[in-house]
């Protein structure tokens, strides 16, 4: 069972557009990362959010927890070509009395010049 | 300063054989964990090692196993390897232990290919 789902799986945009990408669970986290994955490389983090409600802005990106620590999105302003990548969401929660750490789904986003 | 390292970037084995993968973390992390990043299954966390000592461990058969050693270095072992084993497998470092609050710096990671 997958406790992080994401949407969409792929999305193709023109450059200049707008998208948001949605992190969806029927568990709460304690917090909420996201990150970028590029070909032929790892993960890197973009954000950290832990408060329910929490919004957090990275120059063209928005990032939102929602307010039950169960949902997260990430829009996009005027996407770019380098905003081309795999996105990741993961979180930290307790399940079955175990400490787990769990990614996402991911989608994955192409941005055409 | 240099980032997590991986080796090698490429392995590969046939089934039976066993691997060895090997992750040095950035200087000063002592937390080390690894990932498997199969088409299809997604990112999912294999081992976590924390000054030595293994912390949490993921769903995975007892065939993957590792360590960290004095240096905070660290190695996976995959034993008996299967054709599912075909995956990335990523290793990343923390300054501090744990999950959720910290900043998980990833190496490139090892393709691994089991024939």
């Known amino acids: 069972t997958q406790l992080l789902e994401q949407s969409p799986q792929f999305l193709s945009i023109q450059e200049g557009e707008n998208l948001t990408v949605y992190c969806n669970s029927s568990?709460?986290?304690?917090?909420l990362q996201w990150y970028r994955q590029e070909p032929g490389e790892g993960p890197v983090l973009l954000v950290t959010?832990?408060?329910?409600?929490e919004v957090k802005k990275l120059k063209r990106l928005t990032f939102q927890f929602g307010d039950a620590r169960k949902d997260s999105s990430l829009h996009i302003t005027a996407a770019q070509t380098g905003d081309t990548g795999l996105y990741l969401c993961?979180?930290?929660?307790?399940?079955?009395?175990?400490?787990?750490?769990?990614f996402g789904t991911g989608t994955r986003l192409k941005v055409l010049a | 300063e240099a980032g997590v390292t991986q080796s090698p970037t490429h392995l590969i084995k046939t089934r039976g054989q066993q691997a060895t993968l090997r992750c040095s973390p950035i200087?000063?992390?002592?937390?080390v964990y690894w990932y498997q990043q199969a088409l299809g299954l997604g990112l999912q966390f294999l081992l976590w090692?924390?000054?030595?000592?293994?912390?949490n461990r993921g769903n995975f058969p007892p065939r993957f196993s590792g360590r960290q050693f004095p240096n905070y270095s660290s190695e996976l072992n995959v034993n008996a390897l299967e054709l599912e084993d075909s995956a990335l497998y990523l290793c990343?470092?923390?300054?501090?232990?744990?999950?959720?609050?910290?900043?998980?710096?990833f190496g490139p990671g090892t393709r691994l290919t089991v024939l």
């Open positions: 990343a470092s923390s300054l501090l232990a744990g999950w959720g609050y910290n900043e998980q710096f």
């Open positions: 568990s709460v986290f304690s917090s």
């Open positions: 959010v832990v408060t329910g409600g």
């Open positions: 993961a979180g930290a929660l307790i399940t079955s009395g175990t400490y787990k750490y769990i």
């Open positions: 200087s000063g992390h002592t937390s």
């Open positions: 090692y924390d000054e030595g000592e293994e912390r």
